[in-house]
């Protein structure tokens, strides 16, 4: 690290995220030449890894680095309750059972490759793109029983379920930097290009027997 700059005031060169102030540490301009880089892997329980890698290489002026992931999460969960309601003609409990439950699996990529050219003492071209990714698919359910105090069925609800999400995001940046003479002028030309892409498949069949006559609906939302 050559310097640590703390800006209050961040322009539109930085990401959205550090509008609230940036902490930018500047790192020397000399490093050694040559290829580097690492990789790694994490396992855990219920499913659950991750694997991450790095590379980095220096030549001269130019610097160029590269990372990226994967990583895989299992989101469960199952939720069953019993009880009673008050029934609307007698007044008398009405006993009621209610099953809930969702299964899914999430799985993250992101990639990182970028670059720095130090053009002359004083005058820098650095440039990047990331990207990342997720998809998430669960399955879900939902049942619903309910009778009358004397045992006769009130209500034999079932919905079933699937869930897609996508979403993508790229974003690609190229920045210049030129010192004047002095330490109070620099020239900063910046651009940055970010794209979204996001879809939502929902789909479920809901099935109904009582009260009757029994029915069957099936619908589709896609975004």
Do not use: C
């Amino acid at each position: 690290i050559d310097r640590v700059e703390v800006i209050t005031t961040p322009t539109a060169a930085f990401s959205p995220e550090g509008q609230a102030g940036v902490i930018n540490l500047v790192t020397k301009k000399t490093a050694p030449a040559g290829a580097s880089g690492g990789l790694r892997a994490n396992m855990g329980g219920a499913g659950r890894k991750n694997v991450a890698g790095n590379w980095a290489y220096t030549k001269g002026k130019l610097t160029v680095t590269a990372d990226g992931g994967w990583r895989r999460d299992l989101q469960h969960f199952v939720g069953d309750s019993t009880g009673t309601a008050a029934d609307s003609v007698t007044g008398l409990p009405d006993p009621r059972t209610q099953n809930q439950f969702t299964k899914g699996l999430l799985d993250s990529w992101n990639g990182h490759l970028g670059f720095n050219y130090q053009i002359d003492p004083k005058t820098q071209l650095s440039g990047e793109t990331r990207y990342f990714t997720f998809k998430f698919d669960r399955r879900r359910g939902n049942s619903l029983l309910s009778a009358a105090p004397n045992g006769t069925p009130l209500t034999d609800y079932s919905q079933a379920g699937r869930i897609e999400t996508w979403q993508n995001i790229a974003v690609g940046q190229m920045t210049l930097l030129h010192q004047f003479p002095g330490k109070d002028h620099t020239l900063s030309l910046f651009y940055n290009h970010t794209q979204i892409h996001y879809t939502d498949d929902n789909a479920s069949n809901e099935v109904t027997t009582v009260p009757g006559p029994p029915t069957s609906a099936f619908q589709d939302q896609f975004k």
